[in-house]
């Protein structure tokens, strides 16, 4: 692309300088025959204050029939600034004269003493023939920075927004391209230096241009400096709304282990890229986006991503179909699935030209500040890309999503909704990202600016990691909230809801979600296993981290519970047995009291009891003489559970009572 700019700036810079030889070639002829009359179009009070040698003064608005000037002779006309020299020469013309207009000459200082005319024409003539062709270099100037400029604008993609910092930029780029492009009328500008030295009047008028853009510049720097924290730390602290009085047991359901997204990120691209490997006539021609997002659809928690055009070539070959589906994982049970569409996306990331879909975007929303994007499917399986829209304050600041685009990628329509009236199918609205942004602020502007570089009181931040959660067809963005010191204990943490980024904190002070991970790896050391980011659980009424750890091929080899509150208690177990399994292995091993959460132990005497095979693993299923339920895995007491039988008496363990108790531990 430079080099093609290049290119054709040189080649009007040759075409310039060609026309400028040809006209000089006409007025050498004219000179060498001696055959010409200067005329001073000015008034008489300009002529008698400086003019050329050997001219005449003649006031353009006096030329008419009965002006007498020889016909034979060409008629050399030049005035102050080229307006009357035109209107002179036209006259002239009409009465028959042969007329070369020189224009203006006011870059000409008339005070100087000239050898002969000769010298003094030929030195005019250039500077002339710079101004005759000052509309036509404008113009080509113009049309190389409109197409340099568009061609820009079309790979960056600016938004016309006065709160971008990109459009500054880009206007700034516009500027200097168009004083670049002066680079056509250098030949006549070196000349002009050397004839008569630089001219002051361009200097000046140079000089407001280059102080207008550092003005514009220091305004900007101005503004976002009056937005700052320094004076408006409030502003920053309310980013965001965090109601603190909440109850973690009253506001988190007991966790429901066929509803909890087991598998992070990581996982899910490892399953998706299995199921792409298994589809020859597809993993040829596309590749599987990273993106990955963290949905709830139709009450399954999963996983989607678009499969992309694998490069340039392969979008050529296959645009007209478009992409031709997308991938779900299950982030529960694993199972993966690729979605073939009917009607392939063609508007896309990986796309290109028009059917690009930040360009598609942009020509569509001009002045929209487009946040990070993420895929995601209706309720009946339809790809959508949602498109956050920002807002700032000053320049950059204080970005906070003022509403959605919704973008059908097969038929290209788009709709934009404000915050407060996004389809509930969407589940990610607000990004991680942003949303630790804003909690940050509101945790280090609690107190204002200068306390949270002095006394930094009651100053907190989020820990360096988050992990999602979901709850009423939700998805939540959970993440640490610790003390400014990022030492290795959690003060509490911040649970938001990414669709309406309703926020709430927990006064849980407990172990740092990055202890927890070492704490769950150290009790299997030997193995070098790698943590996931903690999952955050209501378990027994406590709040508890769950954590996958992998081998070095990615799978999930272990399940480790460790308590928030009590970071040593933590029990790990082969993911073999399966999360429940494990859960319940980690309530019979580790005494968990607490004001919200007592076990509780009794004696029951069995009315009736039934087996059943679950995932492989035997489950006890109880009914006591006062018709209470209960549940117990063979793993509880294997030495007792199989003995069992009517009439039996028995001391059972159990943590929360619900309708089925899970039996932790028995005793006969």
């Not at 005759?132 to 960056?156: A, E, H, P, W």
């Not at 004076?231 to 047991?249: G, V």
């Not at 990955?292 to 989607?304: D, G, H, M």
């Not at 911040?494 to 309406?500: A, E, F, H, Q, V």
Request: glycine share 6%; net charge neutral.
């Amino acid at each position: 692309m430079k080099k093609i700019i290049v290119l054709l700036l040189s080649i009007l810079l040759l075409v310039g300088c060609n026309n400028k030889e040809k006209e000089s070639n006409i007025l050498e002829e004219v000179l060498k025959e001696n055959n010409y009359i200067i005329v001073d179009v000015r008034t008489k009070e300009e002529y008698d204050s400086s003019h050329v040698v050997g001219s005449i003064n003649i006031p353009y608005d006096t030329i008419d029939e009965n002006t007498n000037l020889d016909k034979s002779k060409t008629i050399i006309v030049y005035c102050r600034s080229g307006k009357r020299s035109f209107i002179a020469s036209e006259t002239l013309k009409k009465l028959g004269y042969n007329v070369l207009d020189l224009g203006a000459f006011d870059s000409i200082n008339l005070d100087k003493e000239w050898k002969s005319n000769l010298s003094f024409l030929l030195c005019l003539w250039y500077s002339i023939n710079r101004r005759k062709n000052m509309k036509k270099n404008l113009i080509i100037r113009l049309i190389i920075t409109i197409l340099v400029g568009f061609i820009t604008y079309y790979i960056t993609l600016p938004a016309f927004n006065l709160h971008s910092f990109g459009f500054y930029m880009f206007v700034l780029f516009i500027i200097i391209l168009f004083e670049l492009t002066g680079i056509i009328d250098l030949k006549n500008n070196v000349k002009k230096v050397f004839r008569q030295g630089v001219n002051k009047n361009n200097i000046i008028k140079k000089s407001f241009l280059y102080i207008a853009i550092i003005l514009v510049f220091i305004g900007i720097f101005l503004v976002n400096f009056i937005f700052s924290p320094v004076f408006m730390s409030n502003k920053y602290k309310n980013r965001i709304t965090i109601s603190e009085d909440n109850n973690f047991t009253e506001d988190i359901k007991e966790v429901d282990f066929n509803a909890i997204p087991l598998l992070d990120k990581d996982s899910s691209s490892k399953l998706g890229d299995r199921v792409m490997g298994q589809m020859s006539e597809l993993v040829s021609q596309f590749e599987v986006s990273s993106l990955y997002t963290q949905i709830n659809y139709n009450n399954e928690i999963i996983r989607v991503t678009p499969l992309e055009y694998a490069n340039a070539i392969k979008w050529l070959t296959n645009r007209s179909g478009g992409v031709k589906g997308y991938i779900k994982v299950n982030s529960v049970n694993g199972k993966s699935e690729l979605v073939k569409l009917d009607k392939g996306m063609k508007y896309m990331p990986s796309a290109h030209f028009n059917e690009n879909l930040y360009r598609k975007l942009r020509f569509s929303y001009p002045t929209k500040i487009f946040g990070k994007e993420s895929f995601e499917i209706d309720n009946d399986g339809n790809p959508y890309w949602i498109v956050p829209t920002i807002k700032y304050s000053g320049v950059g600041l204080l970005e906070e999503v003022e509403g959605v685009i919704i973008f059908d990628p097969i038929t290209a329509k788009s709709e934009y909704y404000k915050t407060g009236s996004i389809p509930t199918w969407v589940d990610q609205v607000y990004s991680a990202s942003l949303i630790i942004d804003q909690v940050d602020d509101w945790g280090m502007y609690k107190k204002g600016f200068f306390n949270s570089i002095f006394g930094q009181k009651g100053v907190v931040q989020t820990t360096d990691g988050y992990n999602y959660m979901l709850q009423d067809d939700d998805v939540y963005l959970y993440t640490g909230i610790t003390s400014i010191s990022s030492d290795e204990s959690n003060i509490g943490f911040i649970i938001s809801n990414l669709r309406t980024k309703e926020t709430k904190f927990y006064n849980v002070p407990g172990a740092e979600e990055y202890s927890a991970m070492d704490s769950a790896k150290g009790q299997v050391q030997q193995m070098n296993y790698t943590s996931t980011f903690p999952l955050l659980i209501n378990l027994n009424e406590r709040p508890t981290y769950l954590i996958s750890l992998k081998d070095n091929a990615g799978l999930v080899k272990m399940y480790a519970f460790v308590d928030v509150e009590d970071y040593q208690k933590v029990v790990v177990s082969d993911a073999s047995i399966g999360v429940t399994e494990a859960a319940r292995n980690y309530l019979s091993n580790v005494d968990i009291n607490s004001n919200n959460s007592v076990n509780t132990e009794k004696e029951i005497t069995i009315k009736s009891i039934t087996t059943s095979i679950i995932d492989g693993n035997t489950y006890y299923y109880i009914i006591d003489n006062y018709d209470q339920k209960y549940k117990a895995s063979i793993k509880v007491n294997e030495n007792v559970l199989p003995f069992l039988n009517s009439g039996s008496s028995i001391k059972v363990k159990y943590g929360k009572e619900k309708n089925v108790i899970d039996i932790i531990g028995i005793e006969w």
